[in-house]
């Protein structure tokens, strides 16, 4: 019973997660994960390029 239980709670994690990356892609953000998603200077969309501040 118990693993039923860890179970559901994981997949309600999973499914909480993938909803938001979801609704995050929608608003157009480019890197969910990157603080600077909606201001990156980098074309592809790709954090980490090394260009410093995008400002």
């Known amino acids: ?5 860890v179970a559901g709670i994981l ?3 999973v499914g ?3 909803f938001y990356l979801v609704r995050q892609k929608k608003k157009g953000v ?3 994960g990157c603080p600077h998603s ?9 954090c980490g390029s090394g260009s ?3 400002t």
């Open 16 to 18: 909480a997660v993938i």
């Open 38 to 46: 909606k201001h990156c200077s980098n074309g592809s969309g790709s």
């Open 30 to 32: 480019k890197c969910v």
């Open 1 to 5: 019973m118990e693993n039923y239980i």
């Open 52 to 54: 410093g501040n995008p």
């Open 11 to 13: 997949i309600l994690i």
